[in-house]
């Protein structure tokens, strides 16, 4: 018995000691576990065994899942915004207090403020354009405003659509939208139906005019000839208007000329020769006639133009019309074919009238612009002659080039690209 007492001792105490030992060991095992939870790095991540081991692990894979749905939910965030990003149209994101949270590039130059130095800053404080401020004042507008863009100037004008929306709480949504190109479509709309008015209601006034006074007046024979032969005119002028504005609306519409389709150069200038004698001959009434010239280079005498004839036939007319108009009597009118550079075909008209000055060269082939309108029309002209020949030469990928001095006379130049004209085979 006193042999045991000692031994047991010494068991006792050295289980105590390895009881001691494995409850230390175990604490800093928790303390290692416990600061790597508190910084939650994956990479760090302790290795054990036992419960610490498996409690370990349970972890790892809580944190590793947490941290893909946060990493999925950041690329979300990232595809949404780049999406917001590449959008045509402007996106502000306000707060409550109308700050500005978020915008996109596009609407940041649209209203020119800064995505990133002029967020948290008040809209109303960066865009003090008096419609903007009025517009944001209204509680639930249901029309969008539009204001000039950050890059309007008076001569390039820039308009930008503004629509706000609510959302969120109390939060506030701004879509931008650069509308400049369709409120110039739709301001030449306007002038075009007003113009076309006004260009016919001009010769409709004066035929009813002529019609009161046949039927209230009692007229010779003579004076009832020479007033139908005045509403004649008028009559032929609101046709020809008529006829140029549906030209213009064919071309318009319709599909881009095949190449399949020929017109032969040398006969399209017969016909305009003709009409240009004719022309001159009935303008010159017993003055000396103009000098009409036609000459085709040689070696394009058998040469085909490329599209359809209708059109092409429409731009050279339209062109040589106008040569023999604004030159006086006597004077010269020259009209050749020949090679340009890089293979196109050029057709020249050229004359010595009283030319064109400088500042209305650009203008010319807008409908309805005219340099002289009483000349114009005295001489049967619609206004839109040009239009309709740089229409036609879009359509066939060619060019119009108009040269003028005051004084001097005018050049103007069909230039067709290689593709649009061929040697006949
Ligand atoms: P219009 O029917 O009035 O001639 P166009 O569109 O053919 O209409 O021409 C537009 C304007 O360009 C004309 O009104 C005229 O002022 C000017 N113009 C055109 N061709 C010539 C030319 N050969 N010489 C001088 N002015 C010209």
Redesign the pocket.
Known sequence: MSDLQPKLLYVLSGALVAGLIWMLVDAWRGYRVRSWLRHGDLAIAPQMSGWWGVLLDRARKLLRDRERSIDAGEQRLKDFLSAIQSSPNGVVMLDALAQIEWCNQTAATHLGIHPERDVMQRVGNLLRDPVFTAYMAVEQPIEPVVIPGHRHRIERPVHISVQRHRYGEGKQLLLTRDVTMLEQAEAMRRDFVANVSHEIRTPLTVLSGFVETIQTLSLTEEEQKHYLSLMATQAHRMQVLVE?LLTLSRLEGSPVPSVLQSLPIAGLMDACEQEARGLSASLAQGNVAHHIHFVIEPSLRDCLLLGEARELQSALS??V???V???PAGGDVHVSVDHGIDGSLLIE?R?S????AAE?LPR??E???????S???E???????????KHVMQRHGGTLS?T?ELGQ??C?KLIFPSKRWRQAA
């Open positions: 140029d339209n062109l019309s106008n040569a108009r604004y030159t008209v004359d009238g009283a030319g064109i209305h010319l082939t409908r309805f612009y005219r340099v002289d309108r000349r114009s029309r001489s049967g002209g619609t206004g839109l002659g040009l239009a309709i020949v108009i003028s006379g005018s103007f």
